[in-house]
Structures are given as C-alpha cells and as structure tokens.
C-alpha cells in the first residue's frame, strides 16, 4: 500500500526513480481512492479509462532511464483544459459532448514530461463561480465537512488534491478560482503572473484576467508543476518572457493593506488568525509595514465590470453552430435562442446579461471604460507599493468554506473574492497558503470538534513566482513547528 | 432597469430567457449594479489609459518551420462535432 496521505510529488518521484512502486501502482492507487470517495464527493466530472495505459508508458520511459519532475506523477485536470481526443464541458449543458480536437500548450507541456491525467474535474460552470455549486453537474462536497462547498471555481481539482484523488492539479484563475478553494480544503493554490503561462487551449472566460494555475499538497509541489508549465508561447498574443518584468530580490519586507482587512464583511476569527501568521512572520526576521492603496476597496467592482464584459464577448461563439448543443428553431436567430437559452445555466447567462449591460451604448464609458481606467490607476499604486515591499499579505477569503445553498443572492457570493481579484485585476502572481484551521461552533454532538482550514495570500511583483514559492516554503516551515509545539492551531 | 431592459439585453445577447428567469435576473442585476456603481465616484479626468502596445504576431511573410502557429489539431474530431455537415463541410440555415 502507497501512503496517499503523505505523499508528495518530489517524494513519489524519487520512489518511482527508485522503482519502490511504478507509474501503474500508483495511478492504481489513486483510481482506487477516487472509486471510494467520488460519488460523494463528486471532484471528477470523468475519470479517462486509459489512466493505466498512460501509467505504463510512463513506466516504459522511467525504464528507459528517462527522468522528469512529473513523470508518472498523476494529475487532475480542471475541465476547462482542452486535451485532444477527450471531452471537455466547462462543466456545462452546452458543451457537454464537446471534444478537443487539440492540446492545450499546459497540457503539451505535461505530456512530454510523462505525466499521467486520471480525468477532468468539476467547476463552477465556465468556472464563473466561488463555490463549484454553479456547475451544470452537481456540486462538488468539500472533504473537510461535506455539508459545505469546496469553493471554486477549481473546486474539484482543489477536492482531488485535497482528499488523495490526485498527487497535483491544474486549475484556472480568473478572480481567484484557485486560491479561494485552495483556502477553503486546506492545499496549496498558486496563479502565476498574467501571461506567465499560455492559456492556449484554456476555454475563456475574462481574457485580460484569466491564468492557468498549479495546485498542490505543499508550495514545492506546487512550483514543481508551475515550472512544467510556464514559458513564452508564440499561441498565446499575450504571453510573456523572462524578460517582460525585472527580477526581484526580497528586503524581508512585508505590506499589509490593513484598511481592506480590518473592512466590513472579514469573520474576526479570520483577523486573529491573520495577526497570528502576521506574528510568526515578525519572529523570522520580517518587518512589517502597513501600506495604504486608495483605490484597493475598489477592485472588486472594478473586477465585476470587465469580467462580465470580456466574458459576454468570449461566450458569444457558443450559439449551436459549429459544435456543442445544438437546438433546431424555424429560423437561423431561433436556433441562437434556444441554443442559448437551453445550454447555459444561471450564473452564466446572469454574467453575460451583465456584460452585455456594461458594454452597451449609453452605459460603456460609465461602466467599462471607467472600469479599465481605474484598472490602471490601481495597477500604479501596486507598482508603487512594491517598492517598498516585497509581498503584500492578506487572508485568501473574508470568511471559511460556506454550506451548500447557503448563498443564494449572487453578490453575497462575489465578496467571497475580496482579498484575490486585485492580483488578476493587477496581473501580478499569487499565492494561498495553507495557515491553520478554524473550529465550527455550535454543531451537533456527533460533529463537535470539526474544523475548517484557512489560508493566507501573498501577493509579489510582476514575474515574481520564484519569491512566492520561497516564502510559502518558509511559511509552511514555520507552521509545522509552531504546530507540533502547541497541538494544533 | 425594468423587465423591458431584461428582456432587451436577452435579445442583444441571443439568449431565450422564461418569465420567471427574467424577474430573477432582473432582482439580481439591481442588487449587482448597486455594488458596482461606486465605480462612478472614481476621478479618472486625468487618465489616458497607458496601454503598451507592440506587435506580437509575426511579420506577413512565409513562415519557417519553427514559426507555424498552430497546433497539431484533429480535422475529423473537428467535423464529427457539427450539428449537421455535407461532404466534410458545415451545413447551416440559410441566412437570408
């Protein structure tokens, strides 16, 4: 028996390099845990039935003396990722037969290096969602109290990482789809700066926002896939290089927008648990300094103007036509209609009536194009912040993972973004870092004693993974001694 | 915004929406609206957007080998996912 629990993608690397177990023991593994905890977790919309096949070449390369930092590491792959030849839904009705007729460059990437994909995994409907509950597929449960929401978008790949069903995941980021759900189940969650990696082949949802992030057990784990990832694509128009931004070093210098975290709507219990982390970072050497960014408290209405703007453009080609669901009408606009009207859900037809609003005669300058100047108004601000500090921090989420159905009214469930929108609004990379656990009050006998994870965000400059990488590691070091001193947090 | 605003903005965006969808989103979009609004009060008179903007296709001339900006892609995948075809075309309604 292989230890899910306690394995790492460095460490089942050197076990498979040292033949202790093969690439098919352990994706076997893996498919039996998925087969145990699926159904109610439901964290796989699919998992592909040639998991052992792909399992086995990696074998056959690992034999051959060939050796990479993921081969035959298995992986869950956010449905929204095209791979060719397998279906691909964005976890929707209109898309639910679709098949990628070609590979993603992420998914390229992987595969050279001998990776393994076990299936596609669960989102909130063209990953517009913080809670995985707007799929057009169920919702996915999550592991730590699976009377509440993963968070999302990236929920189901958050869920496979974070209950063994995947040793690694690649999820999207458009506003904090995978540092959100990453906070919420307790892992590591990492988006890269815009543009770092190529979102050729990633289904589209805020073109100037969206990022294909890793998501992990630890932040070696997640830089292990984010450095099998990134990379200048001549596929992407907006793809970056090495030397697109200028390298940082770190002066040990930490901001804290205290305004934005002590505002209304942040649990107080996420604050203390923020103050203690805040502590531990003192202890090492940090200084920590309070910064003031005017127009911060303004990124999230920013964030729902262009969004739902870039996003009622990019979902435009979804009309019944060339591929997906496909309604017969009596004339070529009745087709469009029901097409539409039958294969989108909610949330996704809520988002597009929006951007349509904030791009329409009349309401464009006032909305959008006040919008895209306050963007770069903020975007001054966070480049004038950085040089003075290294990070800025903030807790990933105002508030723990939420129960099923708790949030009906859809902007109660936009604040859930606060603290991550800036980072995609700005374009500078991002991290969530596992920073402790919560204890649910007021259950029932038989629950008592159920606790929810939180997490903390670091922001760095442009083109600074490396630094994020680095200190979450410290960050994770520190926790875990602090943690076998005291118990638990 | 009243219902008929709703119902404008379906059409525009070619989506066929229920009675009841309507009166939800339109419930919704005031209380979405509401939120985003406070982008009003920002002072932008003095902002002209900076955007950087450079060529990053490359120049209309014959490609070489490594430039080609395609991917290898499934032609038949492609064709299986049409609605309807003919002859490995795509067969859609008349138009006019």
Known sequence: ??????????????????????????????????????????????????????????????????????????????????????????????????????????????????????????????????????????????????????????????????????????????????????????????????????????????????????????????????????????????????????????????????????????????????????????????????????????????????????????????????????????????DYMLTKGKGFGKEVSRRILLGTYVLSAGYYDAYYGKAQAAREILKKEFSKVFADVDFIITPTTPFVAWKIGEKSDPLSMYLADIFTVTANIVGVPAISVPSGFLEIEGLSADEAGKKLPLGIQFMAPHGGEDLLFEVGKKFEEISSASDSALGAI | MNIKDVENLANLARIELGEDEKEKILHDMESILGYIRQIEEVKVEDMKSEYNICNVWREDSPATADEIESREFSRKLIVDQFPDNQDGFLKVKKIL
């Open chain 1, 1 to 334: 028996m292989i230890d899910l629990k306690n394995l790492t993608i460095k460490k089942a690397r050197k076990a498979l390099d040292a033949k202790e177990f093969s690439a098919v023991d352990l994706a076997s593994a893996y498919l039996a845990e998925i087969k145990n905890k699926n159904k109610e977790l439901n964290a796989y919309l699919e998992v592909f039935d040639d998991v052992l096949e792909q399992a086995k070449t990696a074998d056959e390369m690992i034999a051959r003396g060939e050796s990479y930092p993921l081969l035959g590491v298995p992986l869950a792959i956010k449905d929204v990722i095209l791979i060719k030849g397998r279906r691909v839904s964005s976890a929707s009705k209109i898309l639910e037969n679709y098949v990628a007729s070609y590979d993603a460059t992420v998914i390229d990437k992987l595969k050279k290096q001998g990776a393994v994909f076990l299936g596609r995994t669960n989102t909130d409907e063209f990953a517009m969602g913080g809670s995985t509950e707007n799929s057009a597929f169920g919702v996915t449960r999550n592991p730590h109290d699976v009377s509440r929401v993963a968070g999302g978008s990236s929920g189901g790949s958050v869920v496979a990482v974070a209950a063994d069903l995947a040793l690694g995941a690649l999820g999207s980021d458009t506003g904090g789809s995978v540092r959100e759900p990453a906070a919420f189940c307790g892992i590591v969650g990492m988006k890269p700066t815009y543009g770092r990696v190529s979102r050729y082949g990633l289904i589209s949802m805020g073109s100037s926002l969206d990022c294909i992030g890793s998501i992990a057990k630890n932040s070696e784990d997640a830089q292990i896939i984010y450095n099998a990832i990134y990379g200048h694509d001549v596929l992407d128009s907006t793809s970056i290089t090495d030397k697109t931004y200028p390298k940082s070093s770190i002066n040990k210098t930490i901001g804290v927008p205290w305004d934005l975290v002590n505002g209304e709507g942040v649990d107080l219990k996420i604050k203390e648990n923020f103050k203690q982390s805040i502590l531990k970072f003192e202890k090492l050497g940090f200084k920590i300094k309070d910064i003031s960014i005017k127009n911060l408290d303004l990124a999230l209405a920013i964030y729902y103007i262009i969004m739902p703007a870039e996003a009622s453009t990019n979902l435009a080609r979804f009309d019944g036509v060339r591929y997906g669901l496909h309604k017969d009408g009596k004339n070529l606009l009745e």
